[in-house]
């Protein structure tokens, strides 16, 4: 004798308490989904160019990098990565007291020998091959930034007076030795970019996950600094409102971030 299935009986219909606990459901499941893996944010320097472009609005997915809870053991994590693009909470405070959100490329994970000359990333002993790096020319060469750490950082302008005195704890010959715990990050926009250069390491517990891709990408004028927040939330303008059909970069929607 065959079975019935449920869909063989009669049609059954949702009551309204039923409905509205459906609902709530699914409201509940976005909400954690929002909240604890995904966000939005847009980015307001040229530092990380180009990778990416000031006015890129982002999805960030914080679950894969994020320091596993205690109350989610079920939650898949992984270890940074070379090379891995991160969103972190900047090491050091503001002066209102504001901790803010960076986007760079981790260049040195913990153990790793780090140095620059001209421009060039030298990490444990082997230059790096960076196509997505910005080089320093001529023009615009500083010894500080593109001979890392060769330079005293005691009279760099951005330097951070703890930097300036603790970095010197982590130097091994010509080298930066980073850390057990920490990261050494760069913005792929190395001529313009304030970064592990200028503020130190960052230590794990500030990554908080990595964008995945750019859904919205509009030309914005750059703040003028590197040290302005990430936006939480991609929020609206009359700016962009208005020039939503003519500034939109509409080859970068959905453009994957590398």
């Known amino acids: 004798m065959r079975r019935k299935r449920f869909s063989d009986s009669k049609q059954s219909h949702e009551t309204s308490s039923e409905g509205f606990a459906s609902t709530c459901s699914v409201l509940a499941v976005g909400l954690f989904v929002l909240t604890f893996v995904f966000q939005n944010f847009v980015i307001p320097s040229s530092s990380m160019a180009s990778t990416l472009l000031v006015g890129d609005h982002v999805v960030v997915e914080r679950e894969a990098l994020a320091p596993a809870p205690k109350w989610a053991p079920f939650m898949r994590y992984r270890e940074v990565h070379r090379g891995d693009i991160v969103v972190f909470y900047k090491p050091t405070v503001e002066p209102n007291g504001e901790h803010i959100f960076v986007v760079k490329r981790v260049i040195g994970i913990p153990g790793d020998h780090i140095r620059l000359r001209k421009g060039i990333v030298y990490l444990n002993g082997v230059a790096q091959n960076e196509p997505q790096a910005a080089k320093p020319t001529s023009a615009n ?15 760099e302008p951005g330097v ?54 750019v859904y919205w990408s509009i030309v914005t004028p750059e703040s003028g600094t590197d040290e302005v927040p990430l936006g939480e939330r991609a929020e609206s303008s009359l700016h962009e409102f208005i020039h939503f059909f003519d500034e939109t970069r509409w080859g970068r929607t959905f453009h994957l971030i590398q």
């Not at 592990?196 to 960052?202: D, E, N, T, Y």
């Open 141 to 155: 060469y500083d010894p500080y930034v593109d001979d890392f750490p060769s330079v005293d950082p005691s009279a």
């Open 160 to 213: 951070t007076a703890e930097w300036s005195i603790l970095m010197h704890n982590h130097i091994q010959g010509q080298d930066l030795v980073v850390p057990p715990g920490n990261y050494f990050v760069m913005g792929d926009n190395r001529t313009n970019s304030m970064d592990s250069r200028f503020w130190g390491f960052v230590p794990r517990q500030n990554i908080i996950g990595r964008p995945l891709f």
